[in-house]
Every structure is written in structure tokens, then in C-alpha cells.
């Protein structure tokens, strides 16, 4: 079954903005800690945010301060905005558990397209 389903992405210029969804499908999803991820063409899959079933959250350095994660219980879903988007963001985007525990228990996604151009 597809368990995660990624949305909200698309062509944006630098210094633009974006925000990223994910419904997650996932029974007890409140329990789980959540990330996003991103794939550039050509690289491995790195994460860059997460949030605790708590609430708490980190990023890593190369969106500290740009992007922010959030969750919605109720609703099962994770989002990311994205501000002040660069070139170098420019990947597909991915959410799933955010601990690598957790990635072993859901199925990913197909993600969604993130591109910032001119």
C-alpha cells in the first residue's frame, strides 16, 4: 500500500518559497518521529529535517534557518516550507520516518520535485 504521498513541490526562482506536504498513511503515525529528505540527481538520499512525535525538531546545516518542519496529527501529515530556496535545493523531495528505524517501517514515496531555477 502507499503509505506516503508527497505533494506541494514544483519550479520555483531563487529566493522563492515552497511548501511541501506529505500524507502519511501510517496507523499510530503520531508515535512516529517524521523527516524530510531530498535526493539531488546523481547523489544519495540525506536528510534534512525532522520533527519528534514531541514536537522537537532539527535540520541540517544547509537548510538551518530556511526551512521548517511541522506535523499535523489529526491530519497525518508532515510539512516543509521552504524559504529563501537556492539552486543548490534543487532535489526530490522525500518524507518518511525520521529516524532510520523508522524508515525501515514505512514504504517510501515517490517524492516531489523541487526545482529553483531562472
Known amino acids: 500500500q502507499v503509505q506516503l504521498v508527497e505533494s506541494g513541490g514544483g519550479l520555483v526562482q531563487p529566493g522563492g518559497s515552497l511548501r511541501l506536504s506529505c500524507a502519511a498513511s501510517?496507523?499510530?503515525?503520531?508515535?512516529?518521529?517524521m523527516g524530510w529528505y531530498r535526493q539531488a540527481s546523481g547523489k544519495q538520499r540525506v536528510l534534512v529535517a525532522a520533527?519528534?512525535?514531541?514536537?522537537?525538531?532539527n535540520y541540517s546545516d544547509s537548510v538551518k534557518g530556511r526551512f521548517t518542519i511541522s506535523r499535523d496529527n489529526a491530519k497525518k501529515t508532515v510539512y516543509l516550507q521552504m524559504n529563501s530556496l537556492k539552486p543548490e535545493d534543487t532535489a526530490v523531495y522525500y518524507c518518511?520516518?525520521?529516524?532510520?528505524?523508522?524508515?525501515?517501517?514505512?514504504?517510501w514515496g515517490q517524492g516531489t520535485q523541487v526545482t529553483v531555477s531562472s
Open positions: 520533527i519528534t512525535s514531541g514536537g522537537r525538531t
Open positions: 501510517v496507523n499510530l503515525f503520531s508515535i512516529y518521529a
Open positions: 518518511n520516518g525520521g529516524t532510520v528505524v523508522a524508515t525501515t517501517s514505512l514504504t
